[in-house]
């Protein structure tokens, strides 16, 4: 049972050292592009998180 946790960490380790080694740094644009785009998603599900509330709370009450 040892060797197999053992083992598991090495290759996880590898695994990671290899993602490390393939990805790359994104550039300005691209991070602010990408930024943007995950704020935007994240304000529409906050709006439509608070839509969905008023609509639950006005048939509640």
Known sequence: MK???????KRFYSD???VMSV?????VDTFTRTLKI?????????IMGFII?????AIAS
Do not use: E, F, K, T
């Open 3 to 9: 060797l197999n946790i053992i083992g598991s960490l």
């Open 16 to 18: 990671s050292r290899h």
């Open 23 to 27: 990805s790359y740094r994104p550039d």
């Open 38 to 46: 995950v704020l935007l998603g994240a304000l529409a599900l906050g």
């Open 53 to 57: 509330a008023i609509i639950i709370g």
